[in-house]
């Protein structure tokens, strides 16, 4: 029930100096905090850190599914040709326009069907620690979900996973994503 | 630095998993309320650690009114990318904020449709004002209420200790 007031403030244009820095050294912490909030809640809820990592891949997942759309419409990239432009595509347009790190592309199988994103430094970590009970939670398993989510509207089956993770001890995060097959077109992919 | 769709894309993923999660749960008659509370809650932690990592160059503030106009102006053109449109209070501790275009709200409707499912998408937001209120010295009720999309007004209720 809202209490009926008497006074309107008017609010006026901040006229701060440095203002947009400002906004945007706030705006990347918004999506990592309440990322952090999310696992602090999914290791509340489940007993053990693989079912925390499989929730964050299905949460990555419906998130991907839609991601794709807000990705093709901002961005102006066309079709892939192959599975080497796609990986280009992922790592300097992409991961660049959502969370302004571009990993590096290495690693290629001789087959060409499976490679490597090493992240310097991955946004979602910033200021997480993980305790010592949750050696096998594998921290930004969204990321996961939210790449196969993505490919998979784009007729890509493709198999995701952390090889590295800072959090773990090791120096560099690194992803290992691995082309499975093309999907028909006629396949509904519904939430899961 | 993180695009702000991916914040949005989150958020409607999580009201999405807690509501699904309390579903398969027993107890129905308790679900929308553990919801709510879950999803405030989190945006509450959220709300705290925002203004932790702001204290560098925290102005001071002089009255209650400084922190309101703060958060109206400052801290919600950061989070939604506009400031509040309107600010009222009685001067007695309550403060009424009203987003015209609600960022999380723009994409549901424009109207009436889907009005029942807005207080699952506003919860968050709730705790993130009672989280931010908190760290910078305000303890709070907060409250929010929809009658037209993607129109939406927070009451702010400041706890006098």
């Not at chain 1, 952090?36 to 290791?43: D, E, I, N, R």
């Not at chain 1, 992409?94 to 990993?103: H, I, N």
């Not at chain 2, 959220?46 to 001071?60: A, H, S, W």
């Not at chain 2, 950061?78 to 449109?85: G, L, N, P, R």
Request: aromatic fraction near 10%.
């Amino acid at each position: 029930m809202l209490v009926s007031c008497c006074y309107e403030i008017p609010i006026f244009l901040s006229k701060k100096k440095n203002f947009k820095t400002y906004i945007a050294r706030f705006n990347s912490e918004l999506f990592t905090l309440t990322y952090g909030a999310l696992v602090t809640q999914l290791c509340k809820d489940y007993e053990n850190d693989e079912e925390v990592n499989k929730q964050l891949d299905k949460m990555g997942y419906n998130i991907g599914v839609r991601l794709i759309e807000d990705f093709l419409a901002r961005s102006s990239v066309g079709r892939c040709h192959d599975f080497r432009e796609t990986a280009d595509v992922i790592a300097k347009v992409a991961f660049k326009m959502y969370l302004g790190v571009t990993p590096s592309v290495t690693n290629w199988s001789p087959a060409g069907d499976e490679f490597s994103l090493i992240l310097e430094s991955n946004p979602l970590v910033d200021f997480v620690e993980l305790p010592d009970n949750h050696s096998n939670l594998v921290y930004s398993s969204l990321l996961c979900g939210v790449l196969r989510g993505a490919l998979e509207m784009v007729q890509m089956a493709v198999d995701v996973r952390f090889a590295q993770d800072t959090l773990r001890g090791d120096s560099v995060t690194e992803i290992r994503m691995k082309f499975i097959k093309r999907i028909e077109e006629n396949l509904p992919a519904g939430d899961e | 630095m993180a695009d702000n769709a991916l914040f949005e894309f989150l958020h409607m993923e999580i009201v999405a998993h807690v509501y699904k999660e309390q579903a398969t749960r027993e107890d129905i008659d308790k679900e929308r309320v553990t919801c709510v509370s879950t999803l405030e809650l989190m945006g509450f932690r959220v709300g705290q650690g925002l203004i932790e990592r702001f204290t560098k160059d925290c102005p001071t503030f002089k009255d209650d009114l400084d922190i309101m106009k703060f958060l109206c102006k400052d801290l919600w053109s950061t989070i939604f990318k506009k400031q509040i449109d309107n600010l009222r209070t009685n001067h007695q501790g309550t403060y009424v904020l009203q987003d015209n275009k609600f960022a999380l709200l723009t994409q549901f409707s424009s109207g009436k449709q889907y009005l029942e499912e807005a207080p699952k998408y506003l919860a968050f937001s709730c705790g993130l004002i009672r989280g931010a209120l908190s760290n910078l010295g305000l303890e709070s009720v907060v409250t929010a209420e929809v009658s037209l999309m993607p129109s939406c007004k927070f009451q702010v209720v400041i706890q006098k200790l």
